[in-house]
């Protein structure tokens, strides 16, 4: 008598929902790479007919796209069966990178081989793929949405025969050299440090094409080295022609008409104190005894709106810098330089346009009136910190009663201030001195 095997009502089960459990195991490890054989072991398929229905359902997946095939007799779920988000990419320099996705706590870690040849500040779609020993998530790009226009500092490296050039880049979120073809070189030698973008990565190269945009110069050069560093951090450092333009088209006089409609304020003892090596000068102070014993003191800072209108080259312009940039040899103004350093700077001698604050003032720093509007002025004296700083220590020099005036009226303003719960940050701060070249000689 043949004892008949016995069936077991849970592998029943499994054997009945075995699509479904298929197609789980995929979705539950989308990274993982199922062989036909492994799937059927885990649907519990034993025989001719069971083994051969998980193939079918294999098969199946595969022409719907559920799943796709990797390698001989290997499959996992397909990008577009997985769990994607959009983010924005943070390069490592050894060609890893993390995507930063808003409302995420943790950022998505993608290994180098599973980039997809996306680059820093690229927007793309990434699949989590695992979580990984520290439960972190990461994951693999299946799309580029948008491409940075992030361009790249380096220095060329030319092939023999000058056929093709490699820009060796300093960023540490380019983790590889970029390709630039002869005809792409716009007269770059080998050994400059050039500005390069990125013009296209095709699947079958190793590395980006690029084009040259800009020639800085030998590295090591001050002036070089300066624009590179202003490059490598998308910062301008000249201004479109058409923006030089409209700032060269403004007309330097002051019109009667204007002065009329302004309070004016070129009457009063005023003078800057700025840096010594400043180029420009934003601010005034001036000061008078009135009749009555008081002091009225007044704070101008140029009136850029007399110039600069909403919407016109040069406002968007400086929309779009937002600051003005100070290096060590340089600044960077937000506004073209006849503006900055020319009919918006409270030079000596000239008279300026400005929208002033101005207070009256008892001996004991009471503010007793105030005033806000537009004036115009007349710098009698350009000092710079240590003039102004001799000045409150000998009680000797140019404007010696203003200054001590006004600098007595700050230390009674200071001391209540303090009074009043205002902390003080005291920091020092560097100073380079340099040569003639630019070369920093001390600190």
Same mark, same amino acid.
């Given at each position: 008598m043949v004892k008949k095997e016995k069936k077991s009502p849970r592998g029943d089960k499994r054997r009945k929902d075995a699509p479904a459990l298929i197609a789980e195991l995929f979705?539950?490890?989308?990274?993982?790479?199922?062989s036909v054989k492994s799937l059927m072991a885990a649907v519990g398929a034993t025989t001719r007919d069971e083994k051969e229905r998980v193939r079918g359902i294999v098969r199946d997946l595969a022409a719907e796209g559920v799943i796709e %095939? *990797?390698?001989?007799?290997?499959?996992?779920?397909?990008?577009?069966?997985?769990?994607?988000?959009? +983010?924005?990419?943070?390069?490592?320099?050894? +060609?890893?990178?993390y995507v930063i996705v808003e409302g995420m706590d943790k950022d998505i870690y993608v290994n180098a081989s599973r980039t997809s040849h996306a680059l820093h500040g690229d927007r793309v779609r990434v699949a989590i793929t695992r979580k990984g020993r520290t439960g972190n998530p990461e994951g693999e790009v299946v799309e580029i949405v948008e491409r940075s226009k992030k361009n790249y500092v380096g220095v060329v490296e030319m092939s023999e025969g000058d056929a093709f050039a490699f820009v060796r880049v300093d960023s540490r979120k380019m983790a590889t050299d970029i390709f630039v073809p002869a005809r792409a070189l716009h007269g770059a030698k080998g050994g400059e440090k050039v500005l390069v973008k990125i013009t296209g990565w095709p699947d079958t190269m190793r590395s980006p094409e690029g084009e040259i945009v800009d020639v800085f110069g030998e590295p090591g050069d001050n002036n070089a080295e300066m624009h590179a560093i202003l490059a490598e951090f998308d910062l301008p450092y000249g201004y479109p022609e058409e923006v030089e333009k409209e700032a060269e088209e403004i007309p330097e006089t002051i019109t009667d008409e204007e002065i009329a409609a302004r309070r004016d304020m070129r009457g009063v003892a005023t003078f800057?104190?700025?840096?010594?090596?400043?180029? $420009?000068?934003? $601010?005034?102070?001036?000061?008078?005894?009135?009749?009555? #014993?008081?002091?009225? /003191? #007044? /704070?101008?800072?140029?009136?850029?709106?007399?110039?600069?209108?909403?919407?016109?080259?040069?406002?968007?312009?400086? %929309?779009?810098?937002?600051?003005? /940039?100070?290096? *060590?040899?340089?600044?960077?103004?937000?506004?073209?330089?006849?503006?900055?350093? #020319?009919?918006?700077?409270?030079?000596?001698?000239?008279?300026?346009?400005?929208?002033?604050? *101005?207070?009256?003032?008892?001996?004991?720093?009471?503010?007793?009136?105030?005033?806000?509007?537009?004036? *115009?002025?007349?710098?009698?004296?350009?000092?710079?910190? %240590?003039?102004?700083?001799? /000045?409150?220590?000998? #009680?000797?020099?140019?404007?010696? $009663?203003?200054?001590?005036?006004?600098? +007595?009226?700050?230390?009674?303003?200071?001391?209540?201030?303090?009074?009043?719960?205002?902390?003080?940050?005291?920091?020092?701060?560097?100073?380079?001195?340099?040569?003639?070249?630019?070369?920093?000689?001390?600190?």
């Open positions: 979705r539950s490890l989308p990274d993982k790479r199922y %095939q *990797v390698s001989e007799g290997k499959y996992r779920l397909s990008h577009s069966e997985r769990e994607t988000v959009e +983010g924005t990419v943070d390069m490592t320099s050894s +060609g890893a990178l800057t104190i700025d840096p010594a090596d400043a180029k $420009d000068f934003d $601010d005034a102070l001036s000061i008078r005894r009135l009749e009555n #014993g008081n002091y009225e /003191v #007044g /704070v101008h800072i140029a009136d850029v709106t007399h110039y600069v209108h909403p919407g016109d080259l040069i406002d968007t312009e400086g %929309q779009n810098r937002a600051t003005s /940039v100070y290096l *060590v040899d340089r600044t960077i103004p937000m506004l073209p330089e006849r503006l900055s350093n #020319g009919l918006c700077s409270l030079r000596p001698h000239e008279e300026k346009l400005c929208f002033s604050a *101005v207070f009256e003032l008892d001996e004991q720093a009471q503010v007793l009136g105030e005033w806000f509007g537009r004036t *115009v002025i007349y710098s009698d004296r350009r000092f710079t910190y %240590q003039e102004a700083q001799e /000045v409150i220590e000998t #009680g000797r020099g140019d404007f010696a $009663d203003e200054i001590l005036k006004l600098n +007595g009226l700050a230390q009674t303003l200071r001391k209540e201030r303090f009074r009043n719960g205002s902390i003080s940050f005291e920091r020092e701060e560097a100073k380079f001195d340099l040569d003639e070249n630019g070369k920093p000689l001390r600190v």
